[in-house]
Every structure is written in structure tokens, then in C-alpha cells.
């Protein structure tokens, strides 16, 4: 199983950005899938989930300004980003669980068994 997640840059405060997270190694169409962000010096945090069923989960710092939605037909999960600030510069994570149906503790970063490499968004004032 690989997570190959891509969109990441440079970007100016109020800007936009799109992250995708291809799956590769099963399909992904019935796992909860999750990003995370990790800033400089501090730990990785949980940002948003799409669950198995396709209920989303936000921490309340991006509710309203990132969306996370899932392309099952292209194994694909995206985090759309807009009204980006700077206090979102970090490294950006997708992940996922080993075992289908989990919708469990979607927001703890030992819920999930495989992650990406991570792609970099920085959001200049």
C-alpha cells in the first residue's frame, strides 16, 4: 500500500490550494481516509477525515475553509484549501487505516497504519 500525496506550495495569505492523496496497493473505496499537518518543531496533528461512509470530520481551525472529498473511481482523496493563513504552513500528511469500515478515533495519528510522504504548504503573509 502506497499514499503518494502531491498539490503542496508556495502560496499567499487568502490564497487556495488543492492536495491529492493517490492510493495505490488496494482500493480505498470502503477506508476511512485521513490528513494530518505537521509545522515545524511541532507534532502532528489531525486536520480532516473522510470517513468510510463518507461523513467528514474537520479540526475546528480549517472548518469552513478546507473540504475533504474522495474520487473512489481514481482511488484519489483531495483537501481543498482556501482562505489559507499562516498559521497552515506545514508539512501536509494523507493517511489511512489497515482495516476497512474503521471510523474509530478518525483524529488520533495511531489510528492509521500507512501515510504519505507528506507535501509541503507554505502561506506567506
Known amino acids: 500500500v502506497q499514499l503518494q500525496a502531491s498539490g503542496g506550495g508556495l502560496v499567499q495569505a487568502g490564497g487556495s490550494l488543492r492536495l491529492s492523496c493517490a492510493a495505490s496497493?488496494?482500493?480505498?473505496?470502503?477506508?476511512?481516509m485521513g490528513w494530518f499537518r505537521q509545522a515545524p518543531g511541532k507534532e502532528r496533528i489531525f486536520v480532516a477525515a473522510?470517513?468510510?461512509?463518507?461523513?467528514?470530520h474537520y479540526t475546528d481551525s480549517v472548518r469552513g475553509r478546507f473540504t475533504i472529498s474522495r474520487d473512489n473511481a481514481k482511488n484519489t482523496v483531495y483537501l481543498q484549501m482556501i482562505s489559507l493563513k499562516p498559521e497552515d504552513t506545514a508539512v501536509y500528511y494523507c493517511?489511512?487505516?489497515?482495516?476497512?469500515?474503521?471510523?474509530?478515533?478518525?483524529?488520533?495519528?495511531?489510528?492509521?497504519?500507512?501515510w504519505g510522504q507528506g507535501t509541503l504548504v507554505t502561506v506567506s503573509s
Open positions: 493517511a489511512a487505516p489497515a482495516h476497512q469500515f474503521y471510523s474509530g478515533s478518525y483524529y488520533l495519528t495511531d489510528s492509521y497504519d500507512y
Open positions: 473522510i470517513l468510510w461512509d463518507g461523513n467528514t
Open positions: 496497493g488496494r482500493t480505498f473505496n470502503s477506508y476511512t
